[in-house]
């Protein structure tokens, strides 16, 4: 697939929904590591030269984005009744 | 024993305080019944308390100097996030999330785009209405 590279502005656009998505998961270890997931993978991909590579890394976000956002609609039904200790702390 | 004799006594004096204070508190109630409401509902308002300019900028150098990849002491109201802090674009979309989770706002991506410096951020912060 000879797809063309993302723009930059796409790839941010990307990188900020999978963020805003991060934040509605509903437990403490889940929200952080998807949080953190995302700004790691982000950044290992970031030098990407070449245009076929830096679609398929575009599209493979694209898809971890579905299923977060999924995961964000299944977490919620069995939101954890009590909070993280961190989160207790933190409050 | 003398203690003995003196818990009536004692007994007596506390019911009586109890039933003086209870009507005098049961007046302040009646003469300012919305003071409770009043007091409840201020937070809740966004434009009652309107955030003061130098609120913002205090809360969002607090944010900057948090963030784990900003030395703090290069944090300034004028810095600029690439050239003065070093950070890259991609910290620069953490750092404005971050900046919008302090003051409970939703940025939109048009507007987050353009949002490159301090100068800018607080800006947009103090000219809106929501951020709290």
Redesign the interface.
Known sequence: MAAAAPS??EV??L??TL??TA?QFSDYNIREYTRRRA?DA??EN?ALADAPAAAAAFADGKQQLEVAKRQVLVYSLYAPKAKSVVEMKMQ | MAAAALRPAILRHIRLSATTVTPLAAAAAAAQPHALARWLGRPMSSHADHLTHDEVVGRVLDVLKSHPKVDPSKVTPEAHFEKDLGLDSLDTVEVVMAIEEEFKLEIPDMEADKIDSLPLAIEYVANHPMAG
């Open positions: 930059k502005s941010l656009s990188f900020r963020l805003r934040r700004a982000f950044r970031r």
